[in-house]
Protein backbone atom coordinates (compact mmCIF):
# COMPACT_ATOMS: atom_id res chain seq x y z
CA UNK A 1 0.00 0.00 0.00
CA UNK A 2 2.95 2.12 0.94
CA UNK A 3 4.22 2.37 -2.69
CA UNK A 4 0.33 3.18 -4.11
CA UNK A 5 -0.14 5.80 -1.70
CA UNK A 6 3.41 7.77 -2.82
CA UNK A 7 1.87 7.79 -6.44
CA UNK A 8 -0.85 8.56 -5.68
CA UNK A 9 0.05 11.91 -3.51
CA UNK A 10 2.63 12.49 -6.46
CA UNK A 11 -0.03 12.56 -8.65
CA UNK A 12 -2.38 14.64 -6.58
CA UNK A 13 0.38 16.96 -5.89
CA UNK A 14 1.23 17.51 -9.58
CA UNK A 15 -2.09 19.24 -10.16
CA UNK A 16 -4.35 22.00 -9.18
CA UNK A 17 -7.10 21.31 -6.61
CA UNK A 18 -9.66 22.63 -8.94
CA UNK A 19 -8.59 19.08 -11.18
CA UNK A 20 -8.93 16.85 -8.64
CA UNK A 21 -12.21 14.79 -7.92
CA UNK A 22 -13.01 12.31 -5.29
CA UNK A 23 -16.28 10.28 -7.00
CA UNK A 24 -18.14 8.19 -4.15
CA UNK A 25 -21.45 7.48 -3.26
CA UNK A 26 -24.13 5.48 -0.61
CA UNK A 27 -22.68 1.46 -1.05
CA UNK A 28 -23.78 0.00 2.06
CA UNK A 29 -24.71 3.33 4.17
CA UNK A 30 -21.94 2.97 6.34
CA UNK A 31 -21.06 6.95 7.94
CA UNK A 32 -17.36 5.82 8.26
CA UNK A 33 -17.56 4.35 4.86
CA UNK A 34 -18.72 7.24 2.58
CA UNK A 35 -19.12 10.32 4.65
CA UNK A 36 -15.78 10.40 6.96
CA UNK A 37 -13.09 9.69 4.16
CA UNK A 38 -14.10 12.88 2.23
CA UNK A 39 -12.60 14.89 4.88
CA UNK A 40 -8.98 14.32 3.12
CA UNK A 41 -10.23 15.45 0.46
CA UNK A 42 -12.62 18.72 1.50
CA UNK A 43 -9.24 19.30 3.75
CA UNK A 44 -6.92 19.62 -0.28
CA UNK A 45 -9.84 21.69 -1.35
CA UNK A 46 -10.54 19.09 -4.39
CA UNK A 47 -13.95 19.16 -6.25
CA UNK A 48 -16.58 17.21 -5.22
CA UNK A 49 -19.59 15.85 -7.44
CA UNK A 50 -23.14 16.91 -5.99
CA UNK A 51 -24.47 13.34 -4.99
CA UNK A 52 -27.76 13.82 -7.45
CA UNK A 53 -27.86 10.58 -9.13
CA UNK A 54 -29.89 8.94 -7.28
CA UNK A 55 -32.23 10.74 -4.56
CA UNK A 56 -31.79 14.36 -4.50
CA UNK A 57 -34.40 15.66 -6.84
CA UNK A 58 -36.98 14.36 -4.56
CA UNK A 59 -35.17 15.26 -1.11
CA UNK A 60 -35.40 18.75 -2.61
CA UNK A 61 -38.44 18.81 -4.36
CA UNK A 62 -40.50 16.98 -0.76
CA UNK A 63 -38.55 19.51 0.93
CA UNK A 64 -39.83 23.03 -0.98
CA UNK A 65 -43.68 21.48 0.35
CA UNK A 66 -43.08 20.12 4.07
CA UNK A 67 -39.51 21.47 5.09
CA UNK A 68 -37.99 17.75 5.03
CA UNK A 69 -38.56 14.88 2.63
CA UNK A 70 -39.45 12.86 5.91
CA UNK A 71 -41.94 10.39 5.78
CA UNK A 72 -43.72 7.18 6.82
CA UNK A 73 -41.86 4.84 8.81
CA UNK A 74 -42.25 1.14 9.06
CA UNK A 75 -44.15 1.25 11.91
CA UNK A 76 -46.69 3.43 9.54
CA UNK A 77 -46.28 0.40 6.88
CA UNK A 78 -47.46 -1.84 9.35
CA UNK A 79 -50.74 0.27 9.90
CA UNK A 80 -51.62 0.96 6.69
CA UNK A 81 -53.66 -1.28 4.79
CA UNK A 82 -53.85 0.06 1.29
CA UNK A 83 -50.76 1.80 -0.90
CA UNK A 84 -50.15 3.28 -4.35
CA UNK A 85 -46.69 2.80 -5.63
CA UNK A 86 -45.93 5.49 -7.90
CA UNK A 87 -42.66 4.72 -9.99
CA UNK A 88 -41.55 1.86 -7.87
CA UNK A 89 -41.38 -1.59 -8.30
CA UNK A 90 -40.89 -2.59 -4.47
CA UNK A 91 -41.12 -6.14 -4.67
CA UNK A 92 -37.50 -6.75 -6.44
CA UNK A 93 -35.92 -3.62 -4.85
CA UNK A 94 -37.84 -2.80 -1.28
CA UNK A 95 -38.47 -6.32 -0.20
CA UNK A 96 -38.39 -5.46 3.27
CA UNK A 97 -41.70 -2.68 2.40
CA UNK A 98 -42.97 -5.51 0.20
CA UNK A 99 -43.31 -7.69 2.76
CA UNK A 100 -45.08 -5.46 4.66
CA UNK A 101 -47.41 -4.15 1.74
CA UNK A 102 -48.27 -7.87 0.70
CA UNK A 103 -52.05 -9.08 1.24
CA UNK A 104 -52.70 -5.61 1.14
CA UNK A 105 -54.83 -3.64 -1.86
CA UNK A 106 -51.98 -2.23 -4.03
CA UNK A 107 -52.51 0.18 -7.16
CA UNK A 108 -49.30 0.56 -8.92
CA UNK A 109 -48.45 3.74 -11.53
CA UNK A 110 -45.61 2.80 -14.26
CA UNK A 111 -44.69 3.10 -17.49
CA UNK A 112 -44.12 -0.75 -17.95
CA UNK A 113 -45.80 -4.06 -16.33
CA UNK A 114 -43.57 -4.44 -13.72
CA UNK A 115 -43.45 -7.42 -11.18
CA UNK A 116 -45.11 -4.90 -8.30
CA UNK A 117 -47.58 -3.80 -11.04
CA UNK A 118 -48.10 -7.23 -11.86
CA UNK A 119 -49.20 -8.50 -8.54
CA UNK A 120 -51.29 -5.38 -7.74
CA UNK A 121 -54.84 -5.02 -7.58
CA UNK A 122 -55.10 -2.30 -10.20
CA UNK A 123 -52.03 -0.95 -12.16
CA UNK A 124 -52.13 2.40 -14.45
CA UNK A 125 -49.30 1.96 -17.37
CA UNK A 126 -48.72 6.39 -17.96
CA UNK A 127 -45.96 7.42 -21.28
CA UNK A 128 -42.77 8.13 -19.59
CA UNK A 129 -42.41 11.26 -18.01
CA UNK A 130 -45.93 11.98 -17.87
CA UNK A 131 -46.07 11.28 -13.87
CA UNK A 132 -46.53 15.19 -13.53
CA UNK A 133 -49.62 15.33 -15.84
CA UNK A 134 -50.70 12.28 -13.98
CA UNK A 135 -50.67 13.98 -10.46
CA UNK A 136 -52.37 17.60 -11.88
CA UNK A 137 -55.18 15.21 -13.44
CA UNK A 138 -55.46 13.53 -9.27
CA UNK A 139 -55.46 16.88 -8.08
CA UNK A 140 -57.93 18.29 -10.55
CA UNK A 141 -60.11 15.11 -9.84
CA UNK A 142 -59.92 15.49 -5.98
CA UNK A 143 -60.89 19.71 -6.29
CA UNK A 144 -64.38 18.57 -8.10
CA UNK A 145 -64.30 15.83 -5.06
CA UNK A 146 -63.98 19.25 -2.67
CA UNK A 147 -60.36 18.56 -2.09
CA UNK A 148 -57.53 21.22 -2.40
CA UNK A 149 -57.79 23.96 -5.03
CA UNK A 150 -58.99 24.41 -8.61
CA UNK A 151 -56.79 23.05 -10.73
CA UNK A 152 -56.88 25.09 -14.88
CA UNK A 153 -54.99 22.28 -16.73
CA UNK A 154 -57.29 20.97 -19.39
CA UNK A 155 -58.29 17.28 -19.53
CA UNK A 156 -57.24 17.11 -23.43
CA UNK A 157 -53.51 17.88 -22.10
CA UNK A 158 -53.81 15.11 -19.25
CA UNK A 159 -54.95 12.54 -21.17
CA UNK A 160 -53.02 13.55 -24.01
CA UNK A 161 -49.56 13.54 -22.36
CA UNK A 162 -50.50 10.48 -19.97
CA UNK A 163 -51.52 8.68 -22.16
CA UNK A 164 -54.96 7.32 -19.80
CA UNK A 165 -58.16 8.49 -19.73
CA UNK A 166 -60.07 10.79 -17.91
CA UNK A 167 -62.60 7.84 -16.46
CA UNK A 168 -58.93 6.58 -15.03
CA UNK A 169 -57.61 9.51 -13.00
CA UNK A 170 -60.28 10.02 -11.60
CA UNK A 171 -60.67 6.24 -10.68
CA UNK A 172 -57.22 6.83 -9.58
CA UNK A 173 -58.45 10.18 -6.99
CA UNK A 174 -61.17 8.10 -5.89
CA UNK A 175 -58.63 5.25 -4.47
CA UNK A 176 -57.09 8.27 -2.55
CA UNK A 177 -60.31 9.41 -1.74
CA UNK A 178 -61.82 5.87 -0.53
CA UNK A 179 -59.07 4.21 0.89
CA UNK A 180 -56.79 6.74 2.13
CA UNK A 181 -53.38 4.69 0.62
CA UNK A 182 -49.60 5.19 1.91
CA UNK A 183 -48.17 6.54 -1.03
CA UNK A 184 -44.77 5.45 -1.77
CA UNK A 185 -42.54 7.72 -4.00
CA UNK A 186 -39.49 5.90 -6.44
CA UNK A 187 -36.39 7.84 -6.78
CA UNK A 188 -36.69 6.80 -10.18
CA UNK A 189 -39.08 9.50 -10.98
CA UNK A 190 -36.68 12.14 -9.99
CA UNK A 191 -34.67 10.92 -12.85
CA UNK A 192 -37.75 12.00 -15.39
CA UNK A 193 -38.41 15.14 -17.54
CA UNK A 194 -40.12 17.11 -14.58
CA UNK A 195 -39.41 14.85 -12.31
CA UNK A 196 -39.23 17.09 -9.13
CA UNK A 197 -42.24 18.99 -9.85
CA UNK A 198 -43.92 15.02 -10.08
CA UNK A 199 -42.58 14.57 -7.07
CA UNK A 200 -43.25 17.80 -4.78
CA UNK A 201 -47.36 16.93 -6.27
CA UNK A 202 -47.54 13.39 -5.28
CA UNK A 203 -46.55 14.03 -1.71
CA UNK A 204 -48.95 16.80 -1.45
CA UNK A 205 -51.66 14.56 -2.20
CA UNK A 206 -52.24 12.79 1.07
CA UNK A 207 -52.04 15.83 3.03
CA UNK A 208 -54.86 17.39 1.08
CA UNK A 209 -57.37 14.76 2.66
CA UNK A 210 -55.80 15.13 6.18
CA UNK A 211 -53.24 11.87 5.63
CA UNK A 212 -50.32 13.01 8.19
CA UNK A 213 -47.20 11.39 7.14
CA UNK A 214 -48.60 9.50 4.35
CA UNK A 215 -46.18 9.09 1.54
CA UNK A 216 -42.30 7.81 1.69
CA UNK A 217 -39.98 8.00 -0.53
CA UNK A 218 -36.47 8.69 1.58
CA UNK A 219 -36.00 9.41 5.50
CA UNK A 220 -32.39 9.45 5.22
CA UNK A 221 -32.58 13.35 5.12
CA UNK A 222 -33.54 13.75 9.12
CA UNK A 223 -31.42 13.40 12.32
CA UNK A 224 -27.98 12.67 11.06
CA UNK A 225 -25.53 15.91 9.74
CA UNK A 226 -23.74 14.58 6.82
CA UNK A 227 -22.02 18.11 6.66
CA UNK A 228 -20.01 17.45 9.56
CA UNK A 229 -19.11 14.31 8.90
CA UNK A 230 -17.36 15.29 5.54
CA UNK A 231 -15.75 18.30 8.01
CA UNK A 232 -15.26 21.77 8.18
CA UNK A 233 -12.91 22.20 5.42
CA UNK A 234 -14.89 22.81 1.99
CA UNK A 235 -14.20 21.86 -1.85
CA UNK A 236 -12.97 24.29 -4.08
CA UNK A 237 -15.93 23.83 -6.61
CA UNK A 238 -19.27 21.33 -7.19
CA UNK A 239 -19.65 19.60 -10.71
CA UNK A 240 -22.62 17.66 -11.34
CA UNK A 241 -22.63 14.04 -12.03
CA UNK A 242 -24.43 14.57 -15.11
CA UNK A 243 -21.11 17.05 -16.36
CA UNK A 244 -18.89 14.48 -15.18
CA UNK A 245 -17.93 13.36 -18.31
CA UNK A 246 -17.63 16.81 -19.64
CA UNK A 247 -15.30 18.28 -17.57
CA UNK A 248 -13.14 15.49 -18.34
CA UNK A 249 -13.35 15.73 -21.85
CA UNK A 250 -12.31 19.47 -21.53
CA UNK A 251 -9.57 18.65 -19.63
CA UNK A 252 -10.68 20.85 -16.50
CA UNK A 253 -10.64 17.26 -14.44
CA UNK A 254 -7.28 15.31 -14.32
CA UNK A 255 -7.61 13.62 -11.22
CA UNK A 256 -10.49 11.19 -9.85
CA UNK A 257 -10.03 8.88 -7.01
CA UNK A 258 -13.24 6.63 -6.75
CA UNK A 259 -14.62 4.78 -3.69
CA UNK A 260 -17.68 3.05 -2.77
CA UNK A 261 -18.57 3.50 -6.43
CA UNK A 262 -18.81 2.49 -9.97
CA UNK A 263 -19.27 5.15 -12.21
CA UNK A 264 -18.36 4.00 -15.58
CA UNK A 265 -21.61 1.91 -14.54
CA UNK A 266 -23.70 4.39 -13.47
CA UNK A 267 -22.86 7.90 -14.68
CA UNK A 268 -23.86 9.46 -18.02
CA UNK A 269 -21.33 9.45 -20.84
CA UNK A 270 -18.67 7.25 -19.00
CA UNK A 271 -17.28 5.91 -21.98
CA UNK A 272 -15.70 9.33 -22.42
CA UNK A 273 -14.32 8.72 -18.73
CA UNK A 274 -12.79 5.55 -20.28
CA UNK A 275 -11.08 7.16 -23.14
CA UNK A 276 -9.55 9.61 -20.59
CA UNK A 277 -7.77 7.32 -18.72
CA UNK A 278 -6.59 5.18 -21.71
CA UNK A 279 -5.75 8.50 -23.33
CA UNK A 280 -3.55 9.31 -20.36
CA UNK A 281 -5.75 12.43 -19.76
CA UNK A 282 -7.29 11.04 -16.50
CA UNK A 283 -5.24 9.41 -13.78
CA UNK A 284 -7.74 7.13 -12.00
CA UNK A 285 -7.09 5.97 -8.47
CA UNK A 286 -10.09 3.05 -7.56
CA UNK A 287 -10.84 1.91 -4.06
CA UNK A 288 -12.68 -1.37 -3.88
CA UNK A 289 -13.15 -4.78 -2.84
CA UNK A 290 -14.28 -6.08 -6.32
CA UNK A 291 -12.62 -5.41 -10.02
CA UNK A 292 -15.59 -3.40 -10.88
CA UNK A 293 -15.89 -2.28 -14.73
CA UNK A 294 -14.43 1.04 -12.99
CA UNK A 295 -11.83 -1.09 -11.18
CA UNK A 296 -10.29 -2.59 -14.33
CA UNK A 297 -9.38 0.79 -16.24
CA UNK A 298 -7.52 2.46 -13.36
CA UNK A 299 -4.40 3.49 -13.12
CA UNK A 300 -3.69 2.63 -9.50
CA UNK A 301 -5.72 0.16 -7.70
CA UNK A 302 -6.65 -0.59 -3.71
CA UNK A 303 -7.95 -3.74 -2.60
CA UNK A 304 -10.76 -2.51 0.14
CA UNK A 305 -12.79 -4.91 2.59
CA UNK A 306 -16.09 -5.66 2.63
CA UNK A 307 -18.45 -4.56 4.91
CA UNK A 308 -18.14 -7.87 6.68
CA UNK A 309 -14.48 -6.91 7.71
CA UNK A 310 -15.06 -3.68 9.34
CA UNK A 311 -16.42 -1.27 11.66
CA UNK A 312 -18.95 1.23 10.83
CA UNK A 313 -22.25 2.63 11.85
CA UNK A 314 -25.03 2.00 9.17
CA UNK A 315 -28.20 4.05 8.58
CA UNK A 316 -31.43 3.77 6.79
CA UNK A 317 -33.36 5.34 4.16
CA UNK A 318 -36.58 4.09 5.58
CA UNK A 319 -36.06 3.00 9.26
CA UNK A 320 -34.98 5.12 11.85
CA UNK A 321 -32.12 2.77 13.53
CA UNK A 322 -28.42 3.58 13.28
CA UNK A 323 -26.14 -0.14 13.06
CA UNK A 324 -23.33 -0.70 14.44
CA UNK A 325 -21.58 -3.00 11.78
CA UNK A 326 -19.29 -5.19 13.71
CA UNK A 327 -16.35 -7.18 11.87
CA UNK A 328 -17.37 -11.05 11.28
CA UNK A 329 -14.44 -11.89 9.14
CA UNK A 330 -10.84 -10.93 9.07
CA UNK A 331 -9.73 -7.91 7.21
CA UNK A 332 -8.71 -8.30 3.62
CA UNK A 333 -7.29 -4.87 2.14
CA UNK A 334 -7.39 -1.39 3.88
CA UNK A 335 -10.12 0.49 5.14
CA UNK A 336 -11.42 3.82 3.58
CA UNK A 337 -10.40 5.54 6.85
CA UNK A 338 -7.19 4.25 6.81
CA UNK A 339 -6.15 4.95 3.36
CA UNK A 340 -7.38 8.36 3.42
CA UNK A 341 -5.67 9.30 6.57
CA UNK A 342 -2.08 7.47 4.87
CA UNK A 343 -2.74 9.72 2.20
CA UNK A 344 -2.88 12.93 4.30
CA UNK A 345 0.28 12.02 6.17
CA UNK A 346 2.01 11.61 3.05
CA UNK A 347 0.75 14.73 1.91
CA UNK A 348 1.84 16.17 5.28
CA UNK A 349 -1.42 17.78 6.03
CA UNK A 350 -2.15 18.74 9.42
CA UNK A 351 -6.19 19.65 8.70
CA UNK A 352 -8.09 19.40 12.03
CA UNK A 353 -10.93 17.34 11.03
CA UNK A 354 -8.91 14.65 9.28
CA UNK A 355 -7.26 13.71 12.13
CA UNK A 356 -10.36 13.67 14.83
CA UNK A 357 -11.38 10.00 16.02
CA UNK A 358 -13.80 8.90 13.55
CA UNK A 359 -16.37 7.49 16.82
CA UNK A 360 -16.19 10.95 17.84
CA UNK A 361 -17.18 12.28 14.95
CA UNK A 362 -20.09 10.02 14.36
CA UNK A 363 -21.02 10.64 18.44
CA UNK A 364 -21.04 14.70 17.32
CA UNK A 365 -23.33 14.43 13.86
CA UNK A 366 -25.91 12.10 15.14
CA UNK A 367 -26.06 12.77 19.22
CA UNK A 368 -25.95 9.31 19.56
CA UNK A 369 -23.63 7.72 22.43
CA UNK A 370 -21.11 5.71 20.59
CA UNK A 371 -20.75 3.07 23.78
CA UNK A 372 -24.11 2.46 23.82
CA UNK A 373 -24.26 2.17 19.92
CA UNK A 374 -21.63 -0.39 20.27
CA UNK A 375 -23.20 -1.96 23.49
CA UNK A 376 -26.97 -2.37 22.69
CA UNK A 377 -25.94 -2.91 18.24
CA UNK A 378 -28.69 -0.41 17.12
CA UNK A 379 -29.87 2.80 18.53
CA UNK A 380 -33.28 4.42 17.38
CA UNK A 381 -32.82 8.47 16.22
CA UNK A 382 -35.63 10.62 16.77
CA UNK A 383 -38.70 11.24 14.33
CA UNK A 384 -39.63 14.60 13.29
CA UNK A 385 -42.94 16.25 14.04
CA UNK A 386 -44.80 16.48 10.69
CA UNK A 387 -44.97 19.99 9.15
CA UNK A 388 -47.66 21.48 7.45
CA UNK A 389 -47.57 21.59 3.99
CA UNK A 390 -46.93 24.61 1.87
CA UNK A 391 -48.77 24.01 -1.16
CA UNK A 392 -47.53 25.50 -4.75
CA UNK A 393 -49.05 23.99 -7.59
CA UNK A 394 -45.77 24.19 -10.55
CA UNK A 395 -46.10 25.10 -14.14
CA UNK A 396 -45.28 22.20 -16.35
CA UNK A 397 -43.82 22.27 -19.88
CA UNK A 398 -45.38 19.46 -22.54
CA UNK A 399 -43.17 16.48 -22.17
CA UNK A 400 -40.47 16.48 -25.62
CA UNK A 401 -41.99 13.11 -27.77
CA UNK A 402 -40.37 10.06 -28.88
CA UNK A 403 -39.07 6.92 -28.07
CA UNK A 404 -38.16 6.29 -24.92
CA UNK A 405 -35.06 4.59 -23.10
CA UNK A 406 -36.04 4.04 -19.25
CA UNK A 407 -34.17 1.47 -16.50
CA UNK A 408 -35.32 -0.53 -13.59
CA UNK A 409 -33.94 -3.32 -11.19
CA UNK A 410 -33.44 -6.43 -11.88
CA UNK A 411 -33.82 -8.95 -8.67
CA UNK A 412 -30.37 -10.69 -8.13
CA UNK A 413 -28.74 -7.34 -9.28
CA UNK A 414 -30.20 -4.79 -7.59
CA UNK A 415 -26.32 -2.84 -7.31
CA UNK A 416 -23.55 -3.75 -9.49
CA UNK A 417 -21.31 -5.88 -7.47
CA UNK A 418 -23.92 -8.88 -7.87
CA UNK A 419 -22.58 -9.72 -11.21
CA UNK A 420 -19.98 -11.30 -8.90
CA UNK A 421 -21.96 -13.84 -7.73
CA UNK A 422 -24.33 -14.01 -10.76
CA UNK A 423 -22.11 -13.29 -13.82
CA UNK A 424 -23.17 -10.80 -16.66
CA UNK A 425 -25.91 -10.71 -18.29
CA UNK A 426 -26.92 -9.90 -22.29
CA UNK A 427 -27.63 -6.15 -22.85
CA UNK A 428 -31.49 -7.05 -23.02
CA UNK A 429 -33.76 -4.16 -24.44
CA UNK A 430 -37.47 -4.71 -23.98
CA UNK A 431 -39.91 -3.67 -25.70
CA UNK A 432 -43.48 -4.01 -27.56
CA UNK A 433 -42.05 -4.67 -31.24
CA UNK A 434 -38.81 -5.66 -32.16
CA UNK A 435 -36.49 -9.35 -31.46
CA UNK A 436 -33.14 -9.55 -32.47
CA UNK A 437 -29.59 -8.04 -32.44
CA UNK A 438 -29.51 -4.45 -33.29
CA UNK A 439 -28.80 -0.61 -32.45
CA UNK A 440 -29.85 1.69 -29.89
CA UNK A 441 -29.57 5.45 -30.68
CA UNK A 442 -29.60 9.12 -28.65
CA UNK A 443 -27.96 11.96 -29.99
CA UNK A 444 -24.65 11.07 -27.66
CA UNK A 445 -24.11 8.02 -29.08
CA UNK A 446 -25.15 4.48 -30.27
CA UNK A 447 -24.80 1.07 -28.61
CA UNK A 448 -25.90 -2.44 -29.56
CA UNK A 449 -27.80 -4.81 -27.84
CA UNK A 450 -30.37 -7.43 -28.22
CA UNK A 451 -33.96 -6.21 -28.47
CA UNK A 452 -36.71 -8.59 -26.95
CA UNK A 453 -40.54 -8.22 -27.58
CA UNK A 454 -42.80 -8.25 -24.37
CA UNK A 455 -46.21 -7.43 -24.07
CA UNK A 456 -44.60 -5.79 -20.63
CA UNK A 457 -43.85 -2.87 -22.40
CA UNK A 458 -45.97 -0.41 -24.51
CA UNK A 459 -45.25 1.10 -27.79
CA UNK A 460 -42.89 3.86 -27.32
CA UNK A 461 -40.77 2.35 -24.66
CA UNK A 462 -37.15 0.77 -24.27
CA UNK A 463 -36.88 -0.71 -20.93
CA UNK A 464 -33.28 -2.28 -19.57
CA UNK A 465 -32.61 -3.83 -16.73
CA UNK A 466 -29.40 -1.89 -14.55
CA UNK A 467 -28.13 -5.51 -14.29
CA UNK A 468 -25.43 -5.10 -17.00
CA UNK A 469 -25.21 -1.73 -17.94
CA UNK A 470 -22.51 -2.04 -21.02
CA UNK A 471 -23.52 -3.42 -24.74
CA UNK A 472 -22.83 -6.32 -26.56
CA UNK A 473 -19.41 -4.93 -27.47
CA UNK A 474 -18.73 -3.72 -23.78
CA UNK A 475 -19.65 -0.71 -24.41
CA UNK A 476 -21.40 1.28 -21.54
CA UNK A 477 -24.72 1.89 -21.83
CA UNK A 478 -24.64 5.26 -20.89
CA UNK A 479 -22.13 6.16 -23.54
CA UNK A 480 -25.66 7.46 -25.16
CA UNK A 481 -27.48 9.41 -22.24
CA UNK A 482 -26.05 12.90 -22.19
CA UNK A 483 -25.70 15.56 -19.58
CA UNK A 484 -29.52 16.81 -19.23
CA UNK A 485 -30.56 17.33 -15.55
CA UNK A 486 -33.44 17.96 -13.49
CA UNK A 487 -33.85 21.00 -11.51
CA UNK A 488 -31.25 19.85 -8.67
CA UNK A 489 -29.19 18.51 -10.72
CA UNK A 490 -30.09 14.90 -10.87
CA UNK A 491 -29.32 13.21 -14.33
CA UNK A 492 -32.20 12.53 -16.50
CA UNK A 493 -31.34 8.40 -16.75
CA UNK A 494 -35.26 7.47 -17.26
CA UNK A 495 -35.94 9.88 -19.74
CA UNK A 496 -33.54 9.55 -22.74
CA UNK A 497 -35.15 9.89 -26.19
CA UNK A 498 -34.20 7.36 -28.79
CA UNK A 499 -34.30 5.45 -32.22
CA UNK A 500 -33.84 1.79 -32.43
CA UNK A 501 -32.02 -0.04 -36.00
CA UNK A 502 -32.27 -3.71 -36.73
CA UNK A 503 -30.73 -4.68 -40.18
CA UNK A 504 -29.90 -1.21 -41.24
CA UNK A 505 -33.37 -0.10 -41.08
CA UNK A 506 -34.12 2.66 -38.37
CA UNK A 507 -37.33 2.69 -36.44
CA UNK A 508 -38.91 6.37 -34.77
Not at 117 to 123: F, G, L, T, V, Y
Not at 296 to 322: C, F, G, I, Q
Not at 404 to 409: A, D, H, K, Q
Request: with cysteine; aromatic share 12%.
Amino acid sequence: MDEAVRKVVKEIKARKPTEVIHVEYDGNQGLLTWYFPARLWNAIHSATTDYSICSLEGHMAISKVYGSSFGATPEDFSKADSFVVWGSDPKTNFIHGWKLMKGKYIATIDVRMSSTAKESDRAFIIRPSSDAFLAIGVLKSLHEMGYGEEIHTPWEVIEEETGVGRDEVEELASIYVEKRPLTIIGFALGRTFQGGKAISMISMIPSLLGIKRGFYYSNSSYGINFSYLRGTSKPSRVVGMADLYREVERGSITFMFVWNSNPLHSLPGSDRIVEAVEEGRLFLVVHDPFVSETAKVANVLMPAPTYLEKEDVVYSYWHRYLVYNKPVLPKLGVDEVTLMRAIAKEMGLNDESVWEDPWVAVEKATGVDIVELKSKGMVKLPEPEPAEPRFKIPTLERTPKGKVLVFGSHPNFTNSQFKEIYGRKEAFAFNSSLDGVGYLKSKWGKIRVRFVKTDDVPEGVIFMFKNNLFDLDGKPVNSIIGNEKGESGTPMLNFTLVETEMNGEKNF
